[in-house]
């Protein structure tokens, strides 16, 4: 009994200190994200590139790799033509680990609405993102980014 009350009190304290960890976002991580998703709905390669940093990198959910903004522009130009054209996008901070030095390690949910699914057909893609970032003025620049979808896990052996 004493073992389940504490499982119980651990399940309920976790996402009191998730939502706690989500209220210290540094506001400049969060306007940053925030322009960050707005340039990526305009999908302008060139303006989603410049959040980058110069030697920043990118490889994409098909597995295309950026090094530099001008390969990220045109990793992020092809992913407009295989799924993101018409698109609508939304990204969702989950949670940010800032170590001293002016980084940041930024884990992000981003759902795709009306993307192009793998079969071909139109729905909502849910993507995960980390992203390096580092401090840049008043804002963040990208070092690297990795957005990938989870697999499905497989199904149960049989039983026996």
Request: proline share 8%; hydrophobic share 45%; net charge positive.
């Amino acid at each position: 009994m004493r073992r389940t009350s504490w499982l119980l009190l651990v399940a309920l304290a976790v996402p009191a200190a998730v939502r706690a960890e989500e209220s210290k976002v540094d506001p400049s991580i969060a306007a940053t994200v925030k322009r960050f998703n707005e340039a990526f709905n305009r999908a302008d390669p060139k303006e989603v590139a410049s959040f980058w940093a110069e030697d920043g990198t990118l490889v994409s959910p098909v597995g295309e790799w950026g090094r530099g903004r001008g390969e990220v522009q045109k990793v992020y130009a092809h992913d407009i033509e295989l799924f993101l054209k018409g698109s609508t996008s939304t990204f969702r901070i989950e949670s940010v680990r800032s170590p001293k030095g002016g980084v940041a390690l930024l884990d992000l949910d981003h759902e795709i609405a009306n993307a192009r699914m793998p079969d071909g057909s139109i729905g909502t893609m849910k993507l995960h993102v980390v992203i390096l970032a580092v401090k840049k003025g008043s804002g963040w620049q990208w070092l690297d980014a990795r957005p990938y979808a989870f697999l499905k896990p497989p199904p149960a052996p049989p039983a026996r």
